[in-house]
């Protein structure tokens, strides 16, 4: 149980295109929804917390209008990086949980590596 | 400033031995802290889960401990096999704020055949 599919697991594109990236709970609703961004051998660095029906909180220093994130329901969530250059490859990866947090494992999907050209 | 601290060097045993991991922590008021286990290229998986008034915890081959005064929690796997080299990731939860959990940068355990 509580598996989580996040869609494409790869992507390759030119600078300045726009990429949607895809989290899905597959057998639970997922009040809250978490996208994380990790460098090789660096931790996950949480980007912004999205919750259904709401607009997504933002960590400090991520760019609110560079980084789409829409929960429209309680199975997905996603992010699009909008104008992607070089700078925002990396690995994304969400997480969801069942309820609105607090101390609940979270369930994470198996990421997105992106490579912007 | 607040700070989690993990070896970032590779632990490297033999099968059948007991790795312990570390996981450091500064200027923190932890409510709980969570394990969870990471593998190349994929997102990570929940291990464990142990709130600040709890001093172990206990699922099968793994056990954590949590030492609030040495701010250190300890992750245990007994009788280790190859099949657990992974990256492991400690997370930390405050209390009186944010309840989002914190990650390490996990430590890498290599288990040797």
């Known amino acids: 149980g509580a598996v989580v599919s996040q869609h494409p697991s790869w992507v390759i594109c030119k600078s300045g295109t726009s990429v949607k990236i895809e989290c899905r709970s597959l057998?639970?609703?997922?009040?809250?929804m978490f996208w994380y961004r990790q460098f090789p051998k660096q931790s996950l660095m949480l980007m912004a917390t999205s919750n259904e029906g709401s607009k997504a909180t933002y960590e400090q220093g991520v760019e609110k209008d560079k980084f789409l994130i829409n929960h429209a329901s309680l199975t997905l969530s996603t992010l699009t990086v909008t104008s992607a250059h070089p700078e925002d490859s990396s690995f994304y990866i969400c997480s969801a949980v069942p309820g609105t947090g607090g101390d609940q494992p979270q369930h994470f999907g198996d990421g997105t590596r992106l490579s912007i050209l | 400033s607040q700070k989690i601290e993990q070896n970032s060097e590779a632990l490297n045993i033999q099968e059948g031995k007991t790795a312990t991991l570390t996981c450091n922590y500064t200027?923190?008021?932890?409510?709980?802290l969570q394990w969870y286990r990471q593998d190349p290229g994929r997102g990570p998986v929940f291990l464990l889960l142990i709130r600040e008034n709890e001093k172990e915890k206990r699922k099968e081959r793994l056990k954590v401990t949590f030492d609030t005064t040495l701010k250190q929690s300890l992750f245990h796997i007994t009788a280790s096999q190859p099949a657990e080299s992974a990256t492991y990731l400690c997370?930390?939860?405050?209390?009186?704020?944010?309840?989002?959990?914190?990650f390490g940068r996990g430590t890498s355990l290599i288990v040797h055949p």
């Open positions: 057998d639970f609703q997922a009040t809250t």
């Open positions: 997370a930390l939860g405050a209390s009186g704020g944010s309840y989002i959990p914190t």
């Open positions: 200027n923190y008021s932890p409510a709980y």
